[in-house]
């Protein structure tokens, strides 16, 4: 059995990683981190969500930087907020045993000026979401000289949530000094036109369960029940599950606020998240639900961009998504780091064919509940 030794990881490096329980190499892992390590050059990665993308990116990263160049040599962009703090902080735990390496995050919903001071301590890599760095670089509070690589995690995420405009801007801004590594659960035309525009002819490509771009350890499920009937459908599989946490999905921030309701009115430890909340409304969610304080988030599509929340059992899709995608990052919520978990759809006659088509394209079966 591969170990990260083998792959070429410092002994430094491997004692964060065993201090964080990271012992065996996951499959993207091992297919990433050598090309990373020796080459480093323009790098197209399909995984899904939980897979371990950010140690076999984060890794090759940090064996590259220069702690003693006190320049940003490397730059991670992420279409959430939450998503790049979890890379920062992943980063850090990773070098507790090694050189020093600086990582600062940067995000909206913070105030720019605190970031500014942040940036002017020395910072080896920065992890950003593409709208503040945009900022960042039209005041010139950021310089990107120095960066050689270009980390994009979760480009079909910052794609659909409208970033395409942002994207363009930072890549044509650092063209010619650097390699971009582009990471995706979903490979959609716009993220092949990125490819095509922004990354070498050659590009290495890694593509993890091809035909299953939804992880296999996820059990998909539905029960087929009239709209009227879904809630008390979702109540009898809630007390089934007992203390189990999981995420519960609706398509409306309307509907995901209603719903938060009627499970509160349960007695049920529920809050729902969305796009309209005020960042420090959204940050007390999570927070609660991370320390467990909550048992069920209730989310929106776009606002549950970037929640990675350890030993999650289920995801219920109260209603199903408009797109395929969703589908995927949806259930990639469930069953991360090797663990499994359930993907559970209620679904009325009407959205059955919504279902059929979904379990086409992505590959999947989808079986009646028992």
């Not at 509160?264 to 529920?270: P, S, V």
């Amino acid at each position: 059995m591969t170990n990260f030794a083998d792959l070429g990881i410092s002994a430094s490096l491997i004692k964060g990683l065993t201090e964080m329980n990271i012992n065996t190499p996951t499959e993207i892992q091992e297919k990433t981190i050598p090309f990373l390590m020796e080459k480093g050059t323009d790098f197209i990665g399909q995984a899904q969500t939980g897979t371990g993308k950010t140690a076999a990116f984060g890794l090759p990263l940090l064996m590259k930087v220069n702690p003693k160049k006190d320049k940003v040599q490397a730059l991670i962009l992420s279409p959430t907020r939450e998503l790049g703090q979890q890379i920062a902080k992943q980063l850090f735990k990773f070098t507790k045993y090694s050189d020093k390496i600086f990582v600062e995050a940067v995000y909206g919903g913070e105030k720019i000026d605190i970031q500014i001071a942040r940036l002017n301590r020395p910072t080896h890599i920065v992890v950003a979401t593409p709208g503040r760095l945009i900022d960042l670089l039209e005041r010139k509070a950021i310089d990107l000289a120095d960066v050689k690589t270009i980390v994009l995690d979760e480009a079909d995420e910052m794609l659909s949530m409208g970033f395409k405009k942002e994207l363009d801007m930072v890549l044509t801004h650092t063209k010619g000094n650097r390699h971009t590594w582009l990471f995706s659960a979903t490979m959609p035309k716009e993220i092949k036109d990125i490819i095509g525009k922004y990354m070498a002819p050659d590009a290495f490509k890694v593509e993890i369960d091809k035909d299953h771009v939804v992880n296999r350890q996820i059990d998909h499920q539905y029960v087929s029940c009239e709209q009227s009937e879904k809630f008390n459908v979702l109540i009898r599989f809630l007390k089934v599950q007992g203390d189990n946490r999981g995420v519960i999905f609706c398509k409306t921030k309307a509907n995901a606020q209603y719903l938060a309701k009627q499970l509160i009115a349960k007695n049920i430890l529920a809050e729902a998240i969305e796009g309209d909340m005020y960042q420090k409304d959204r940050d007390r969610v999570m927070r609660a639900f991370k320390s467990e304080k909550l048992q069920i988030l209730v989310a929106t599509d776009l606002a549950a961009r970037g929640i990675d929340v350890e030993g999650l059992s289920y995801v219920v899709h109260y209603q199903l998504p408009d797109q395929v995608e969703y589908y995927t990052h949806r259930s990639g919520r469930t069953a991360r780091a090797g663990k499994n978990g359930l993907s559970l759809s209620l679904v009325t006659k009407d959205e059955m064919k919504n279902m059929r088509f979904i379990e086409k394209n992505l590959g999947i079966s989808i079986l009646e509940a028992k």
